[in-house]
C-alpha cells in the first residue's frame, strides 16, 4: 500500500525540506521479506510519523526511540558472522532507521548539528543507498552550516598544517618510468597492454585540487571537519594490534596528524569510498583520462600522516594512483617475482606478501633477496599506474592524501 498522505516539510527549517523532497516517496508499510515482523512494524511506525497530521515532540521523541532500537537490533544482525553475508535487506534497514531517526532530531529544533551529521554518517557507512542519496544531501547541507557558524576566528587561529618535501636525499636504484603528455593510445600501447608500470606527469595538475581550490589537510579538514570516517589504528593491517575505529575527520585530523607523536599507534583513513560518502569533495577531482572504461572505477582515498604503510600487496584491477597531498615511496614488483614474495596462506590475505619490507627476514624468507623491483616517491600532480598484479609496498614520507581509480 502506498501511502496518499502529504509528507510534512512543514515540520523542517526551508533549507532543509528543499533536501528532503525525496522523502515524499516513502511507501509504507514496510514489509522486508528478511526482516522479522517486529522491526516492519517498529519501521512503520517511524514512517507514519511523517505523515502524520499532528505531530507533538513526544511523537518525535518516541520515533527516536523506536529507530534507536531498529539500529541496536540490525547492528547486532550485522555484525554477527561476516559482513559480505550480512542480509542486503539489513544493511537497507539500518539505513532507514538513521533516515527516521535523523529526520526526527531534523524537525526537533534544539537537536545538536554534530548528532544529526553523525546519524548520516552511519546511515551510509554501514547501509544501503537510499532515496538518491538522500543521508548523504542531509549531511553535506548541515555540515556546511556548521562550517558557516564557525567564526572565521576560530578556524584562523588553528594549527596550520604544513607539507614540505622530504624526500630530498633518498637514493632510488630502480626508478619507475616517468612520461609527459603521453596519449591514450600511447598509455594502452607501451604500458597498460605490457602490464608495465608508469608515472605519468601533467595529466592531474588541472584538477581544482591543485589550482583554483588547492588541497591540504587543513582544506580537507574545513570541508570534512563533523563528517564519521572509518579509521585503521596501527601501523599495517596485517600487524595483530591492527583495528579500525569510527571516528569525525576533526577528531583524526587533531589526534593522528596535528598531535601525531603523543600517541602511540598510527591513524589512517584507508582505500575509503569518500566522494560516496562526501561527493561534494569530488568537484576538486575528475576521473584521470586514462581509465579505459570509465562506467566502472572505484575510487578510494588514502588519508594520513608521514609513516602510514601499506604492506607489500597486488589488486586484480588496473589502478591509477593519484597523490595529491605530500609524498609516498612506493616499491613495484610485477607479476613474475611473485615466486619470490611469499604470498600468505591465508585466503583472507593471500594478495599480500609475508615479507616485512621494512625488516626483511631472510632466514625465513631467502628467496626474496633474488626479487628484482622498482621504485618511486610519488609527489602531488603525479598519477602513478599499477597494472593488474603488479605487488606494491606503499610508505608515506609525509602528511599524505592519494586517491586510487580501480577499473
Ligand atoms: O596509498 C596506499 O597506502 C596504498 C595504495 C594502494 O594500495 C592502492 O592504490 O592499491
Redesign the pocket.
Same mark, same amino acid.
Request: a positive charge.
Given at each position: 500500500m502506498t501511502t496518499n498522505k502529504n509528507f510534512r516539510f512543514d515540520l523542517f527549517e526551508s533549507s532543509i525540506a528543499v533536501v528532503l523532497h525525496d522523502c515524499s516517496y516513502i511507501n509504507l508499510p514496510f514489509e522486508l521479506s528478511g526482516i522479522n515482523k517486529d522491526v516492519n512494524e517498529l519501521l512503520t511506525s517511524c514512517g507514519n510519523i511523517f505523515f502524520q497530521e499532528n505531530i507533538s515532540k513526544t511523537d518525535l521523541l518516541q520515533c527516536i526511540t523506536h529507530s534507536k532500537i531498529v539500529l541496536d537490533i540490525t547492528w547486532e544482525k550485522m555484525n554477527t558472522g561476516h559482513w559480505k553475508d550480512v542480509d542486503a535487506d539489513w544493511r537497507y534497514v539500518y539505513t532507514l532507521a538513521s533516515l527516521f531517526k535523523v529526520l526526527c532530531l531534523l524537525a526537533v529544533k534544539e537537536s545538536n548539528k554534530i548528532d544529526i551529521i553523525k546519524a548520516c554518517d552511519m546511515g551510509l557507512l554501514m547501509g544501503a543507498p537510499l532515496m538518491k542519496n538522500i543521508l548523504s544531501k542531509i549531511a553535506s547541507k548541515i555540515s556546511l552550516m556548521l562550517v558557516n557558524e564557525k567564526s572565521q576566528d576560530v578556524v584562523s587561529k588553528a594549527k596550520k598544517v604544513k607539507v614540505s618535501s622530504v624526500s630530498e636525499g633518498l637514493l632510488l636504484k630502480y626508478e619507475v618510468k616517468e612520461e609527459k603528455n603521453l596519449s591514450q593510445e600511447e598509455f594502452l600501447e607501451n604500458y597498460l597492454r605490457k602490464s608495465c608500470p608508469v608515472i605519468l606527469n601533467d595529466s592531474i595538475k588541472n584538477w581544482p585540487a591543485f589550482s583554483s581550490r588547492p588541497w591540504s589537510v587543513d582544506y580537507v579538514l574545513e570541508k570534512a571537519r563533523y563528517r564519521t570516517v572509518p579509521i585503521e589504528i596501527g601501523s599495517k593491517y596485517t600487524d595483530d594490534n591492527w583495528t579500525q575505529k569510527l571516528m569525525t575527520v576533526e577528531e583524526f585530523v587533531e589526534k593522528y596528524i596535528k598531535h601525531k607523536s603523543q600517541q602511540k599507534e598510527i591513524g589512517?583513513l584507508?582505500?575509503h569510498s569518500l566522494f560516496d560518502q562526501i561527493p561534494e569533495l569530488f568537484e576538486d577531482i575528475e576521473l584521470p583520462f586514462y581509465i579505459t572504461n570509465k562506467n566502472d572505477v572505484d575510487i /578510494?582515498v588514502?588519508f594520513?600522516p608521514g609513516g602510514?604503510?601499506?604492506p607489500l600487496?597486488f589488486?586484480p584491477k588496473f589502478?591509477l594512483?593519484a597523490q595529491v597531498i605530500g609524498e609516498?615511496y612506493?616499491r613495484l614488483y610485477s607479476e613474475d617475482q611473485t615466486k619470490y614474495l611469499y604470498p600468505r596462506h591465508n585466503t583472507w590475505l593471500s594478495n599480500t606478501s609475508q615479507v616485512d619490507l621494512d625488516n626483511p627476514d631472510l632466514d625465513s624468507f631467502p628467496l626474496f633477496s633474488q626479487a628484482t623491483y622498482q621504485e618511486c616517491v610519488l609527489k602531488p600532480g603525479q598519477l602513478l599506474y599499477?597494472p593488474p598484479k603488479c605487488w606494491?609496498y606503499?610508505? /608515506?614520507l609525509s602528511n599524505?592524501l592519494?586517491i586510487?581509480f580501480?577499473w
Open positions: 589512517y584507508a582505500q /578510494s588514502y594520513g602510514t604503510i601499506s600487496h589488486d589502478n594512483l609516498k612506493i599499477i606494491h606503499v610508505r /608515506s599524505s592519494s586510487s580501480w
